[in-house]
T-cell receptor, first 113, second 109 residues
Framework: KAGVTQTPRYLIKTRGQQVTLSCSPISGHRSVSWYQQTPGQGLQFLFEYFSETQRNKGNFPGRFSGRQFSNSRSEMNVSTLELGDSALYLC????????????FGNGTRLTVT | KNEVEQSPQNLTAQEGEFITINCSYSVGISALHWLQQHPGGGIVSLFMLSSGKKKHGRLIATINIQEKHSSLHITASHPRDSAVYIC???????????FGTGTSLTVIP
């Protein structure tokens, strides 16, 4: 089975721009969750989607949004980029809601200049 | 205070040593995860447990629900074990995720 695929791997954007990141889950997984990782804050939960519905959201401003398509692929969008948005963005898929192992992608490293 | 606390933050060990990383949590959980992250970013899920103990090769994870504490042990450590180990908790509803700040492990040959 192919793993979780995130694109692109690296991205450089300018303050004020917007960015869209993509995540393709493991085949058959309907849950996709997104995380931000920075040296200062560590891993932080952004949101989770299951069957195209957002199930939960972490404590991030509305500039961070996401969606999930019928094939379970998910996109995350950050608008009006700030320098502090520079981070590694990871997504993970799991086979079901509730206690189940998380399968992570390799992440997208976003640099905002 | 973070919902999940890990210790130590950094750990250096000689090859062959027995290593323990600790994790305490303050929220109700449905599962506790141990994750491994190598330089470059990719995260691998090592264990998911809600009670007792699990073993995979040289790695052992335990959890004490009453004390809200979990440990990850590495026996006969090897330089390839060098990585960041992250403790994570799935909240009671299964919808929320809490992460420790990670333990950076370096195993010296």
């Amino acid at each position: 089975k192919a793993g979780v695929t995130q694109t692109p791997r690296y991205l450089i954007k300018t303050r004020g721009q917007q960015v869209t990141l993509s995540c393709s889950p493991i085949s058959g997984h309907r849950s996709v969750s997104w995380y931000q990782q920075t040296p200062g804050q560590g891993l932080q939960f952004l949101f989770e989607y299951f069957s195209e519905t957002q199930r939960n959201k972490g404590n991030f401003p509305g500039r961070f949004s996401g969606r999930q398509f019928s094939n379970s692929r998910s996109e995350m969008n950050v608008s009006t980029l700030e320098l502090g948005d520079s981070a590694l963005y990871l997504c993970a898929s799991r086979g079901r809601i509730g206690p189940s192992p998380l399968h992570f992608g390799n992440g997208t490293r976003l640099t905002v200049t | 205070k973070n919902e999940v606390e890990q210790s130590p933050q950094n750990l250096t060990a000689q090859e062959g040593e027995f290593i323990t990383i600790n994790c305490s949590y303050s929220v109700g959980i449905s599962a506790l995860h141990w994750l491994q992250q190598h330089p470059g970013g990719g995260i691998v899920s090592l264990f998911m447990l809600s009670s007792g103990k699990k073993k995979h090769g040289r790695l052992i994870a335990t959890i004490n629900i009453q004390e809200k504490h979990s440990s990850l042990h590495i026996t006969a450590s090897h330089p390839r074990d060098s990585a960041v180990y992250i403790c994570a908790a799935t909240g009671n509803t299964g919808n929320q995720f809490y992460f420790g700040t990670g333990t950076s492990l370096t195993v010296i040959p």
